[in-house]
T-cell receptor, first 111, second 116 residues
Framework: EDQVTQSPEALRLQEGESSSLNCSYT??????LFWYRQDPGKGPEFLFT???AGEEKEKERLKATLTKKESFLHITAPKPEDSATYLC????????????FGSGTRLSIRP | DGGITQSPKYLFRKEGQNVTLSCEQN?????MYWYRQDPGQGLRLIYY???????QKGDIAEGYSVSREKKESFPLTVTSAQKNPTAFYLC???????????????FGSGTQLSVL
């Protein structure tokens, strides 16, 4: 069964303290892996799409990486405005009509 | 500005009542979707539509209905058959006609539905 698990559920960091969020997935042939950012009471906002193992993408303080079983969202020297829930989602080749979302990691950055 | 507009922001449903959530987009996207988000859970797909006058059930379609009479609009009705409707509802769109290809989704700002 296709599945996405994100860890940790919540992460509290001090401003400037770098860390990583994990997205583990089980899927029958990966078509694409997506990262989104969601602020409270808002819809998710697209960050990255990764297609194959070894691929990396960067945007400001965020870098997403992909292996055959998991993806990491690395956050370097975070600022309070990076506080949000980060969602991971995967799309399988065998079932292109379905995108499976993880339950997210709530990231809180203290000034 | 182009985007997806969901209304209302908050909605309350009485027992036995049907309610309709609005979703409008001016991005000229072919595909539109409805997701449900419960606290601590991932987004779950309710319905999606690839083209006008056509739509498919997602994972949790029971108790919901949709229509796609116009490209810009994809309203969701939560019927009285949905016994646990309290959730945050998100509408999304993507450019391609082939729904749920590896394209990014554009989301609206959501509707919080609660039961009175």
């Amino acid at each position: 069964e296709d599945q996405v698990t994100q860890s940790p559920e919540a992460l509290r960091l001090q401003e400037g303290e770098s860390s990583s969020l994990n997205c583990s997935y089980t899927v029958s042939g990966l078509r694409g892996l997506f990262w989104y950012r969601q602020d409270p009471g808002k819809g998710p906002e697209f960050l990255f799409t990764l297609y194959s193992a070894g691929e990396e993408k960067e945007k400001e303080r965020l870098k997403a990486t992909l292996t055959k079983k998991e993806s990491f969202l690395h956050i370097t020297a975070p600022k309070p405005e990076d506080s949000a829930t980060y969602l991971c989602a995967v799309q399988a080749r065998s079932s292109a009509s379905k995108i499976i979302f993880g339950s997210g990691t709530r990231l809180s950055i203290r000034p | 500005d182009g985007g997806i507009t969901q209304s209302p922001k908050y909605l309350f449903r009485k027992e036995g009542q049907n309610v309709t959530l609005s979703c409008e987009q001016n991005l000229n996207h072919d595909a539109m979707y409805w997701y449900r988000q419960d606290p601590g859970q991932g987004l779950r797909l309710i319905y999606y539509s690839q083209i006008v006058n056509d739509f498919q059930k997602g994972d949790i379609a029971e108790g919901y209905s949709v229509s796609r009479e116009k490209k810009e609009s994809f309203p969701l009705t939560v019927t009285s058959a949905q016994k646990n409707p309290t959730a945050f509802y998100l509408c999304a769109s993507s450019p391609g006609r082939e729904a749920l290809t590896n394209e990014k989704l554009f989301f609206g700002s959501g509707t919080q539905l609660s039961v009175l």
